[in-house]
């Protein structure tokens, strides 16, 4: 069966299993007839002339492309569709890791029960026998993208931990959330190593020439204590997973409606620690120094947020979970860096990652905690 679903602007999508409709499931699929009946059906009166589309993003697990419209109506100018990835390792991760499903699934049945920004979306198609997938939604210009490479500001690190309080407020501790399966990591089996320990030979041996002794022994360090890393007991609600500057658009001064932040990519969402996108986040998105600066304020700020649903979490307990998941942008360099396809920019994105994110593991004395 294919899920579609499809709401107009800026209304959360609500699912609609339709099962002859083939999945536009690449930017060449999408006509002017298939735009047309897309936005008419979501109560956009109007006819698409014509499209011309151009790859935006660097995104390794999935293809985004804008779509420029030729239409008369009150039908936008430009849309942005999602799909899957072009590289064959890149796709067959995306499809074994159920990455596609999993963004459609979140934007079908949880992104209308917490207050995040996230894209309006148009359509949402979802093949679960072939994973063909398409997402159609708003085009989030002249908003902008800070490279992942680079950092953001402290206040840009305060709007984004705003955010994420709005993701993981509204179903902190929701029981519910463990009925879907989606959702849910299977526990480690004890016959296995996790993936972080299959993945980090590879690692090492890939960059070996760009980390300093100290780091590649901040790497092995990691993969002894596993063990406590994966299976810590926490208060768990929605985790986004891979919380980072390139999954988030900063609004302009003076955009008309306002929008600050839209957070996007939701196709690693799961049911976790709520310290683990807050950790990698700031792990991730600031330069060491900086990072060493404002995290204490800035997660103050963050905890003040949570608050404001009615989560009972002390400093402390934060702070100690915020110590622990230090490692989780590591975690995220080492196994994705090894499980999608190579590239250059690839290649420095896990590396500026990587090292921010041992130099925040030192600073917090985060394997010291892990291993005791």
Known sequence: ????????????????????????????????????????????????????????????????????????????????????????????????????????????????????????????????????????????????????????????????????????????????????????????????????NTTQQGFTERYADRLSDAELNAVLRFGEVQ?????????????HIDYRLDNMIFGEAGESPPRPLTVFDWQSIGLGCALNDASYFLGTSLAPEHRAKAERGLLKHYLEVLRSYGIDLGWDACWKLYRQHAPAGLHMAVVASMIVGETERGNDMFMTMAKRSIAMCEDLESLDLLSG
């Open 1 to 196: 069966m294919i899920v579609s679903t499809a709401s107009a602007i800026p209304q959360a999508a609500e699912a609609m299993p339709s099962s002859k409709a083939p999945v536009l499931s690449s930017p060449d699929q999408v006509t002017p007839a298939e735009l047309t009946a897309i936005l008419n059906q979501v109560g956009l009166a109007g006819t698409v002339e014509s499209v011309r589309w151009q790859r935006i993003g660097a995104g390794q697990v999935g293809q985004n492309a804008r779509f420029t419209l030729s239409a008369d109506g009150a039908l936008p100018q430009t849309l942005v569709g999602k799909f899957p990835a072009t590289d064959p390792i890149s796709r067959q991760t995306g499809v074994l890791l159920r990455n596609y499903e999993r963004e459609a699934f979140f934007y079908s049945a949880l992104a209308a029960t917490v207050d995040i920004r996230t894209p309006a979306i148009l359509a949402v198609q979802f093949d679960p026998d072939t994973h063909e997938f398409m997402l159609l939604m708003e085009d989030l210009a002249p908003g902008f993208q800070i490279d992942q490479r680079s950092e953001c500001s402290t206040d840009q690190a305060a709007l984004a931990l705003e955010e994420l309080a709005k993701l993981q407020g509204p179903r902190w501790g929701d029981a519910a959330l463990a009925q879907h399966e989606l959702l849910l990591r299977p526990p480690p089996d004890p016959g296995e190593a996790p993936i972080y």
């Open 227 to 239: 063990a406590a890393y994966l299976n810590h007991e926490v208060p768990r609600t929605l985790i």
